[in-house]
């Protein structure tokens, strides 16, 4: 009974979300051309804030000026819509499955201001290693896979690899 | 009773799942394999071999580069010492052995201009036509005849006998002022007798014309998914 | 004959509109595979739950077949898709800085982007530090410049760099994958259970 207090989570079946997953990555590819993708739009977002700090540090930067285009707003991007799109369907998700909450997720060995501090510097390490390969694990790696993409098994390959290697050093967090 | 079937079958529902796939993928290796193909059907293709209208003539040849039309773009598919020998004003070289060239293609592939592809006869200017049409390229045109022919009729015409239709009177009239146009001296007008040869214009080996290549529709984001 | 957009067969408009049904449906699968759960995605590296693994692979493998028979039976100019470039180090050091991101911090922005949706905090964190990151990764790009812009081999695939028959390949990594979705099967069965 316990068990199924805390494991109430009721998900899908892995291979029903894969093969779904699989068939949006072919209609997304079938009408646009291109892959999904999600950490564009936080690039975006960076752009835009900082454009609108400092317009003069943003022109003068060599990585933000490729994104800023005279009177065309880096936040009008294809990849900006889709990642409003992911935050509604996730959420649509959420309340059918009565998993909408404000709550920090972390194993009962760590604290929660132990978590948090983690998942930031994760984040930030995620950041860098996303702009320089030029995608997450869904444009680059997802994406990339689906087109037999040489950049993109790479990518993946490195990504699960190293995180399997350092695995060892983090259990203390997750089991 | 079903119940327990359902059971038994579900049971075995990733073997199952995974014997499909293992399927579906053999099927790619497993598939005829047959090249591509690119540009149109040999049906289309045959169906505008057939159709005559890819010809003009060179007296509407002559009429348009008379006019200055704008939208007109003469190739020269002969070898490059012909081109250089005599051409027609204004026409850039693409010998017929390039015509599937990279450099090649903005000239051909493109829908600003009129093409119209000339060699000696109109035989290498039509094996240009079929080869550019297969590849789905459009407005493309041959001179009919050729050169010979363009000499024949326009720098050259031959005078109709007086038995002749009126209509032949006309079409000399406008050949002769033609002619005359591209450079050929007259007899009767400059009395004075002068071999008639045909007569190259100093522009001819510079491509007279900037050709807007036509966007290639591909459109590679900057950045990719992520 | 696709892609519809690149061909012109919808209108360029309405391509906003498209992301955001898309975007809607990525979010959902996501969500519902249970990835808005770092433990559970972080469960991959442990062995107590592959849910990332079967989900990411079974997306590999039907999209990669999907494609392949879209190609070959001319609904679909595979030519024409847009092909992640190759940036040799770029790739390597990129994912390799990523791995390690993903396991400090349980998510990968997709992921962390769909835990925003159902509130959970450490996900609103991540992504704050996905942002830092980029903006990090700006601020010092004359730094990573060489590694950024270098080691380029175009928007190459796999039969160019490997000369392998894509077909062929597909069936292979198909025949793989079910493996070790049997491998991490019995993995699991043996590894504690461990509840989230």
Known sequence: ?175 | MVNRKLVKFLSLRYKILAFIFIVLAGGLVLLPKHEKQEGISPEKLLANTINPERYISTDALAEKMINQDPSLLLIDVRNESDYKKYTLTNAINIPLKNILDEESEPYLNQDAYDVILFSNDHFHADQAWILCTRLGYKNLHVLNGGINSWYNTIINPKMPTEDMAHTEFELYAFRKAASMYFGVAYPEKVKKATVIKPVTKPSITAAPKKVIVKKKKKKLPIEGGC | MGPLIPYDIIPFEWSSIIAIIIGLCFGFILEASGFSSSRKLAGVFYGYDFAVFKVFFTAAIVSLIGLLYMDYLGHIDISMLYIHPTYLWGAIIGGAIMGIGFIAGGFCPGTSLSAVAIGKIDAIINVLGIMVGVFIFSELYPLFEPIYNGYFYGNITLEDSLGINPYWFVFILTIVAIIMFAVTDMIRKRVKKVFY
Request: charged fraction near 15%.
């Open chain 1, 1 to 175: 009974m316990k068990n199924k207090t805390q494991n109430r989570h009721i998900y899908w079946n892995p291979y029903f979300g894969g093969f779904l997953l699989g068939i949006l990555i072919i209609f997304t590819f079938y009408i646009t051309g291109r892959g999904l993708g999600a950490s564009g739009a936080m690039k975006s977002s960076v752009v835009t804030i900082v454009d609108d700090v400092s317009h003069e540090h943003a022109e003068k930067s060599a990585y933000y000026s490729k994104f800023i285009s005279g009177d065309k707003s880096p936040m009008n991007n294809w990849i900006v819509f889709e990642t409003l799109g992911v935050l509604i369907g996730a959420f649509i998700s959420g309340s059918i499955s009565g998993r909408i909450g404000w709550r920090v997720q972390h194993s009962p060995k760590i604290t929660r201001r132990r978590r948090l501090i983690f998942a930031f510097g994760g984040g930030i390490l995620f950041g860098i290693g996303a702009q320089i390969a030029r995608g997450c694990t869904s444009g680059a790696a997802l994406s990339g896979m689906a087109v037999l993409s040489t950049g993109g098994f790479i990518t993946m390959l490195a990504i699960f690899g190293t995180a399997y290697l350092f695995a060892y050093f983090f259990r203390k967090n997750w089991i």
